[in-house]
């Protein structure tokens, strides 16, 4: 989807609309012809001439035309509104319509946590889009209407108000690239330090745990710093904007009063000078400041928005081939992997390699909104690369076809998915790598409903038993009781999870902090299960035991990842070495393998 699409579809495809939108721009324009047309004849034909029924007349006049022109700016909002609305409807079924497809192509279940940060995005650009339409359509009713009067006034008069305005809006145009490229790079700043701000209140207890905080305030002091840096940049800019809005909107009101005595002699009245003086002041001007202010941001923010959507929504692009067997083996390597989220933000992946045996434990630890969860969705495909590649047992990720995909892996992230069904349904849905929500026919489903039946109670038992949530089942009422999953804690729902994943065929398993709601105890009980299943398992650590209970640690540092063992990764990582320096267990007193 390019920028433009979606803005000239909203108005070409919605002619009616568009023309509602211009005839009662007409009514709402009134004032700009009307005003100094009133306020010369009142003063001239009326006041001026002893006749003030004749000068209230021309006001009465200049007022209807301010009334016309509220009902013209009601019936001009809601015909903004009929091309705004659609425009946004559009926008959403972009959204949730890449979503579902890359759902599909993964194998797992739509992100709705992508879906609603998208929709922000969606909701920027239809308010940014609205916004544009009325100021530049304001604007170019306001500035013929003025022309018009101004003209109809005195023909002499209108070189002094339409020149500087040119002047005004040269001067306005060559200065917005600059403020267009300042403005969008303040609103990423402000994203990034917001987004900062998040992890590290996210993670303040395991930064304080680690002795890390100054490690992490120079961090969020950086994105700080920047957004500072760019706001300034942006003052500067804005004062060329106040320069040309001067031009444009001032500078024709200092010509039309030095040329007073001029445009006298040539038969100009004071009915003529107050007139445009009124045209100017009462029209022009803010209707000018109105173009430089919406032009400077709500453009920039419409452009930017829709950008991010174009980026992150549009449908993955079908693979030229698709291998519809499972991978040989569950390797993993990834393989020059640069991941951002969307065109122009910082590289949150950054050349990434990594080889992950199969059998291996991986731990990936790393300050909160360094990129782990990006890493995980990555393997998961989840997320593609923006270059590299990621590979399974030696196929593409992108290669592989859904079953494939779900017989290879399976992903437990942090906010844990539970249905309302049985406990057993919800333990054993991916137990033939299918998952819930994909279509089936119904020769299909009865094979999947002959498959879960013949699930083996022993099998059950002991996976609940592995991964620590006996007495939850209990609890709970038994694997055929009915789960309310509004009723269970976080904690509850992830301990389900585990499970699940631990009895699916995925021979490769991936927690994304997936026991962040766990006590310490039932986190370590949770991955040493897994890590006894048998396969590879890769943590994103919540916790620093996670790391000395893997293998093998990755270290995420910003640019940099590095990997290898606990030891190697205290003597060769200083990130590491902050992380553990508090950690008072000793390596010995936690499982290792």
């Known amino acids: 989807m390019s920028v433009r699409e979606p803005l000239w579809r909203a108005v070409r495809t919605r002619p009616r609309h568009l023309a509602r939108l211009l005839g009662w721009s007409f009514a709402e324009a009134a004032p700009s012809f009307v005003s100094g047309q009133a306020v010369a004849r009142a003063l001239d034909d009326g006041f001026a001439a002893g006749r003030p029924l004749t000068g209230l007349g021309w006001l009465a006049v200049l007022a209807a035309a301010w009334l016309a022109a509220a009902f013209g700016a009601r019936q001009v909002l809601l015909a903004i509104g009929g091309i705004v609305e659609p425009f946004r409807d559009d926008l959403l079924r972009r959204v949730v319509d890449g979503t579902l497809h890359r759902a599909a192509e993964s194998g797992l279940r739509p992100d709705s946590a992508a879906v609603a940060r998208l929709n922000r995005q969606v909701e920027l650009a239809r308010d940014a889009f609205g916004a544009v339409i009325a100021v530049v359509r304001s604007f170019l009713f306001s500035v013929a209407g003025v022309a018009l009067g101004v003209l109809t006034l005195m023909g002499a008069v209108l070189p002094l108000v339409l020149l500087p305005l040119a002047a005004g809006l040269v001067l306005f145009a060559l200065s917005l690239p600059a403020m267009a490229r300042a403005q969008r790079e303040l609103i990423l700043a402000e994203e990034r330090t917001a987004s900062s701000l998040a992890a590290m209140v996210d993670g303040l207890r395991d930064v304080t745990a680690c002795g890390a905080e100054d490690r992490v305030a120079d961090r969020v002091g950086v994105d700080v710093e920047r957004q500072a840096r760019v706001a300034r940049t942006l003052a500067g800019l804005t004062a ?9 909107g001032w500078l024709p009101v200092l010509l039309v009063l030095l040329a007073t005595p001029s445009l006298v002699r040539q038969g100009a009245t004071a009915g003529v000078i107050l007139g445009t003086l009124t045209y100017v002041a009462q029209s022009l001007t803010p209707a000018l400041g109105s173009l430089v202010q919406g032009a400077g941001v709500n453009g920039v923010r419409l452009v930017t928005a829709l950008q991010r959507i174009a980026a992150t929504s549009d449908r993955p692009p079908a693979a030229a081939t698709r291998r519809t067997g499972g991978p040989e083996g569950v390797e993993l390597r ?53 270059a590299g590649r990621v590979l399974i047992g030696g196929v593409a990720v992108g290669e592989m076809d859904r079953a494939a995909m779900c017989r290879a892996r399976v992903l437990i992230p942090q906010e844990a998915y539970v249905f309302r069904g049985t406990l057993r349904d919800n333990l054993t849905y991916l137990a033939d790598g299918r998952s819930r929500g994909e279509r089936a026919e119904p020769a299909e489903l009865a094979e999947l409903t002959e498959l879960t039946e013949r699930a083996e109670l022993a099998e059950l038992d002991r996976a609940v038993e592995a991964v620590g949530m006996t007495e939850l089942a209990r609890r709970l009422g038994g694997y055929d009781a009915e789960v309310d999953p509004g009723e269970l804690s976080s904690g509850e729902r992830q301990l389900i999870a585990l499970t699940r994943a631990y009895l699916s065929p995925a021979r490769l398993v991936l927690l994304d902090e997936a026991t962040c709601h766990l006590d310490p105890a039932a986190e370590a009980r949770a991955e040493e299960a897994f890590a006894a299943r ?31 063992t606990h030891e190697e990764m205290v003597a060769a990582s200083e990130l590491y070495r902050d992380l553990m320096g508090r950690w008072s267990a000793p390596v010995g007193a936690h499982a290792r393998h």
């Open 534 to 564: 048998g396969g590879t398992l890769i943590v994103i650590a919540h916790r620093l035991t996670s790391a000395l209970r893997a293998k093998r640690v990755l270290v995420m540092d910003g640019a940099r990842a590095r990997a290898g």
């Open 240 to 248: 060329v904007r106040t320069v040309s809005l001067a031009v444009g």
């Open 334 to 386: 990834l393989q020059g992997v640069r991941f951002s989220y969307g065109p122009g933000a910082d590289l949150v992946v950054a050349d990434l390699d990594l080889t992950v045996a199969e059998g291996d434990h991986l731990a990936v630890v790393g300050p909160s909104g360094i990129g782990k969860s990006t890493v995980a969705a990555l393997v998961a495909g989840v997320l593609r690369p923006d």
